[in-house]
């Protein structure tokens, strides 16, 4: 039976082996040791300040699939935002409801906690999650464009 459950802190190993698959979905090939990648995940979502948070899904306790998220202020007004930065299921349960049932606990994450959107983007060339999501009902927002610096350029608009 498909669960879609908040994650815990016990969660963090089975989340980490999962965020592996995910890494060589997009093309990396080396990876953190599975220590280090846990302590990461450890400190995002259940350190002091947590930086996001992490809905699972699972089947009869075999972890399938996570959506993690985080909640951005302003949005509306004052309202806030939930955004979702990640949605990955793993390759072999794809196609299976799996990805349908962690974007419904989203909305309803996001109307529970008082948020006005639900936000996410994909790569431009991902046309099965394009299809997905248009699937959904939601439609591609053509006001908006994608910006982001990263490692060189990032340390140089830093120290300006």
Known sequence: MLTVTQATEADVPALALLMDELDRFYGAVAVDSPEQREEQIRDALFGSRPAAY????????ELLGFASYSLLWPAAGVSSSLFLKELYVRQDRQRQGVGRLLMQALGETAVKTGCSRLEWQTDADNEQAKQFYRALGAPIHPSKVFYRLEGEDLRRMSQR
């Open 54 to 61: 992490a809905l699972l899904a699972e089947d009869d306790g």
